[in-house]
C-alpha cells in the first residue's frame, strides 16, 4: 500500500495549461512498477488518461494524445509523478486522481492504490 496524494489542480480556460503533481509518502516512485493517472467526471465512468511504467514507457487516452505529457521524477528527493496537460478542452473537466500499482499496468481503473483527487475545470 502507497499513500498517494494529488495537487496542481484548478481552473483554466479553454486553450489553458495545468500540470498535475502526484507525490508518494511512505515509498519512493521508483519502487512503485506502474503509475497512471485517470479522471472522473459527474455521472461517468472513471477513465484511464495515461499511464507510465518504471522504465519510462507511457501510453495515452486517444482522447488526451498529443496534448497531455504523463511523466515520473523517480529521484529520491523529487519522488513525484506528474501530467503536464495543455490545449484544455471543456470536456477535460473533471476529478483527477493518480493511481499505483505493483502488477498492473493499464488504462482501467483496477489500481490498487489511489490519491483522494484533484479538481481540473476548464471553462469555455
Known amino acids: 500500500q502507497v499513500q498517494l496524494v494529488e495537487s496542481g489542480g484548478g481552473s483554466v480556460q479553454t486553450g489553458g495549461s495545468l500540470r498535475l503533481s502526484c507525490a508518494a509518502a511512505?515509498?519512493?516512485?521508483?519502487?512503485?512498477?506502474?503509475m497512471a493517472w485517470f479522471r472522473q467526471a459527474p455521472g461517468k465512468e472513471r477513465e484511464g488518461v495515461a499511464a507510465i511504467d518504471r522504465d519510462g514507457r507511457t501510453m495515452y487516452a486517444d482522447s488526451v494524445k498529443g496534448r497531455f505529457t504523463i511523466s515520473r521524477d523517480n529521484a529520491k528527493v523529487k519522488n513525484t509523478l506528474y501530467l503536464q496537460m495543455n490545449s484544455l478542452k471543456p470536456e477535460d473537466t473533471a476529478m483527477y486522481y493518480c493511481?499505483?500499482?505493483?502488477?498492473?499496468?493499464?488504462?482501467?481503473?483496477?489500481?490498487?492504490?489511489w490519491g483522494q483527487g484533484t479538481q481540473v475545470t476548464v471553462s469555455s
Open positions: 493511481a499505483a500499482d505493483w502488477e498492473k499496468w493499464c488504462l482501467l481503473p483496477r489500481y490498487n492504490n
Open positions: 511512505a515509498t519512493y516512485i521508483y519502487n512503485i512498477p506502474y
